[in-house]
C-alpha cells in the first residue's frame, strides 16, 4: 500500500511543475502589459511598479523566483488590489468555497448514492427507472440553468428560501449546494447503480446470502463497500468539476468565494492573481485525484493484495 | 451468446452487415430514435435559419422591450424587443457549431494519436501515452478559463482550445482497439502486400474501430456544448453581438423575475439537444455493442 502511495506522490510532482510552468508562461505570453492603460504612467513609476512585480528581469529569472516564492508558499501580489497578496484573497474566498464544496459533495455522495443503490435492488423496475430518469435529467440540465430554475421555483414564487447570499439568512446555504450538487448526484447514482448491479452477482454475495444473512446486511456489510468502488474513483474528478462549477453557482448567487475571484480576475486581467489561483486551485485538484484514487484503491482488496498490506 | 449476436455472427458474412444490424437494433430504441430526430430537426433548422428566423437577427423593436409569447413573437421578445425565437435560433447555430467543430478537432488528434501510438508500438507508444497521462491529470476547465482570458475571447480559440482538451479519451480508445486490430491476420495480410502503415491505419484499422469512435464522439458533443455554454454564461466565451445558447441563458438569467420566457425557452433548447445527444450516444453504445470506457 505504501509503495502506491509513493509512487502516486511522485507522479504528482511533475504534473503540477507542468501546471506552474504552463500557467507562468501563458499568463507571461498574454498580449498587454498589465500596467497599459489609457493613462499615460510617469517612466519612473511604471519601472518602479515593474521592478516591485520583478517584470524588469528576462524571463527565465522571472520564473526562477517566482518557483522560489511558491516553494515558500508565497503565491504573489495582486496586480488589482494593491498591497493584497494572492494568497489573502485566496484566505478570503477559501472557507466560504470549501463549505459550498463539502455540502455539495454530501448531496452528491447522499443523495446519489442512495439513488443509485435503491434503483440496483431492483433493476429494471419502477424502482429503478425514476431514480434513473431523474438522474438522466440531472446529467444533461446544465448547473447555470438548474441554479436559476431552482431561484425562480423556491426563491421567488415559493418563497421558501433565500435567493442569494451566504451565511447571512438561514436556508441560504441549502439551493446553491444543492444547484452544484446535482449533477454530482446524478453520475454518482449512475456509478454507484452499475457498480453494485456487478458486485450483487458475485459469488462472496451468494455466500454471504447462503450463510443466512438478511438482505439488508448483505448490502450494507458485503457489497457496498465493493459496489461504491467506481464511486470513489469518481470523486476525483467530480471535485474538480465542482471548483470549476463553484464559478458558477459563486456568480449566481452572490457568493464570495474563491470562484467568484477567480472569474473577476479573468474580467480584470489580474494576471498575479489568475496565476497564483490558478497554480492553487490546480495544484489542489490533482492533490484529490492522488487522494480519491488512494482512497479506491485502499477498498479495493485486488489492488491492496497487489501491494501488500500496509 | 445472445440472439443478436448470432444474428450479428450469421449476417458478418453479408459484408456491411454490422450497420444493417446496428441500424435494426438502434430502431428498437425509442429514446434513441427521439434523440436522433430531435438532432436531425435542430441540425436542419440551424442549417436552414437565415431563410427560416421569422425576423433578422439585427432586427429589434425598442417600444415592444420585452413581451411575453404572442402571436407574433412566438417565443416572446428580449428587453430590446428583438424576437426571441430568432435569437435561439442563431444562438442554436453557433452551440452546435462549436459542438462539432470542436468534436472534430479532437477526433482528428485523438484518433490519429491513438492510431499511431497503438501501431508503432514500444518505447514511442510509451511516451505518448504517458503524455496523455499527464495531460489527463490537469485541471482543465480552469485552463480553458485561463486560455480565453489570456489570448481574448475569439470563437476560433474556443474551438481549438475544446478540441485540445476533449482528444485524451478519444486517443485512448483509439489505441486500445489498434492494439487488439493489428494483431490479426488481415493486418499482417497488409503488411506482407507491401502496404505502407500510414495506408494500413487509414485503410484498415480506423474503420474497423469506428463503432467505438462512433459512440465516443456522440457523447463527446454534449460535453463539449455544456463546456461552451459554461463560458459564455460567464462571459469568457462567444461574445457579442453572435450569440449562443449558453449566451441567452445568461441573459435570460439576470431578468427571470420579470421575464421568465427568457431564461426557460433557451435552457429548454440546450437541455433538449443535449438529451437527444446523449440518449443517441447510449442508443449508439447498446446498437454498435461496445463496452464503454468512458464511463
Known sequence: MWRFVVGRLLQAIPVILAVITVTFFLVRIAPGGPFDSEKAVIPEVKAALEAQYRLDLPLGQQYLAYLGDLAQGELGPSFKYPGRSVNELIAAGLPATAELGAYALLVAVVLGGLAGVVASLKPNSAQDYIPMSVAMIGICMPTFLLGPLLVLLFGIHLEWLPVAGWGDIPGDKILPSLTLGAAYAAYIARLSRAGMLE????????????????????????????????VVAFLGPAFAGLLAGSFVVETIFQIPGLGRFYVQAAFNRDYTMILGTTVFLSTLIVLFNLLSDILAAWLNPRLRAQYGEA | MTAANLTSVAQAEQGTSLWKDAWRRLRKNRLALFGLAVLTAFILIALLTPWLAPYAYDSQNLDLGASPPSAEHWLGTDIFGRDLLTQIMYGGRISLAVGFVATAVALVIGVTWGAVAGYVGGRVDA?????VDI???????????????????????????????????????????????????FVEAAVSLGLSPATIVRRHLVPNALGPIIVYTTLTIPSVMLLEAFLSFLGLGVQPPATSWGLLISYGAETMEEYPWLLIFPGAALTLTLFALNFLGDGLRDALDVRGSGD
Open chain 1, 199 to 230: 458486485v450483487m452477482s458475485q459469488d462472496y454475495i451468494r455466500t454471504a446470502r447462503a450463510k443466512g444473512l438478511p438482505e439488508w446486511q448483505v448490502v450494507t456489510r458485503h457489497a457496498l463497500r465493493g459496489g461504491l468502488i467506481p
Open chain 2, 127 to 131: 511516451v505518448m501515452m504517458r503524455l
Open chain 2, 135 to 185: 495531460l489527463y491529470a490537469l485541471p482543465f476547465m480552469i485552463f480553458i478559463v485561463l486560455l480565453m482570458v489570456v489570448f481574448g475571447r475569439n470563437l476560433l480559440l474556443l474551438f481549438l482550445a475544446i478540441g485540445a482538451v476533449e482528444w485524451l479519451t478519444m486517443a485512448r480508445i483509439m489505441r486500445g482497439q489498434v492494439q487488439s486490430l493489428r494483431q490479426q491476420e
